[in-house]
T-cell receptor, first 115, second 110 residues
Framework: ETGVTQSPTHLIKTRGQQVTLRCSSQ?????VSWYQQALGQGPQFIFQ???????GRGNFPPRFSGLQFPNYSSELNVNALELDDSALYLC??????????????FGPGTRLTVL | DAKTTQPTSMDCAEGRAANLPCNHSTISGNEYVYWYRQIHSQGPQYIIHGLKNNETNEMASLIITEDRKSSTLILPHATLRDTAVYYCIVRLPTGNQFYFGTGTSLTVIP
């Protein structure tokens, strides 16, 4: 089975721009969660997608949006980038529903720098 | 969501057991306790989880107190590769959302 992959690995943007990050979930997993991890902090939950529908959202503004595709891969979009958006963005896949009591499998992350 | 409290940092001698505590005094009856670790700049790695009973796998043991207000992750024979930030997480009863705290930075000393 293939693990969780994310692209790109690193990204540099300027304030006000828009960015799209991508995640391919582990084979057989139908749930993708996105996290933001600022330097020296624990990951902060952004939102989760289960079978192409948003299934929970953390304390992030609407300019953070997402999408999940029929193959369960996912995108995270951030509009109007701010300097504080600089962080490691992590994607995690898992099995949702009653089967979802196990672990989430994390990808290596995308390092976003906003200048 | 139940909050967790962990010490900021700990040291452990190589080959000795590392005992990482976590307080989750507001945990509800159907919330699970999960442990993850994160080696510098990598994605978090699952270690173990449990509800009420103690659990053991090839990586670690999880001891949950009878009142479920605290737990301890035990790495039985710490190696240098166990140096990482360890997160104790209480899982919400609905959905799969995980709320991480700041974790415990464990340093294994040769």
């Amino acid at each position: 089975e293939t693990g969780v992959t994310q692209s790109p690995t690193h990204l540099i943007k300027t304030r006000g721009q828009q960015v799209t990050l991508r995640c391919s979930s582990q084979s057989g997993h139908n749930t993708v969660s996105w996290y933001q991890q600022a330097l020296g902090q624990g990951p902060q939950f952004i939102f989760q997608y289960y079978r192409e529908e948003e299934n929970g959202r953390g304390n992030f503004p609407p300019r953070f949006s997402g999408l999940q595709f029929p193959n369960y891969s996912s995108e995270l979009n951030v509009n109007a980038l701010e300097l504080d958006d600089s962080a490691l963005y992590l994607c995690a896949s898992s099995l949702g529903g009653l089967a979802g009591l196990g672990e989430q499998f994390f990808g290596p992350g995308t390092r976003l720098t906003v200048l | 969501d139940a909050k967790t409290t962990q010490p900021t940092s700990m040291d452990c001698a190589e080959g000795r057991a590392a005992n990482l505590p976590c307080n989750h005094s507001t945990i509800s009856g159907n919330e699970y306790v999960y442990w993850y670790r994160q080696i510098h700049s990598q994605g978090p790695q699952y270690i173990i989880h449990g509800l009420k009973n103690n659990e053991t796998n090839e990586m670690a043991s999880l001891i949950i107190t009878e009142d479920r207000k605290s737990s301890t992750l035990i790495l039985p024979h710490a190696t240098l590769r166990d140096t990482a930030v360890y997160y104790c997480i209480v899982r919400l009863p609905t959905g799969n959302q995980f709320y991480f705290g700041t974790g415990t930075s464990l340093t294994v000393i040769p």
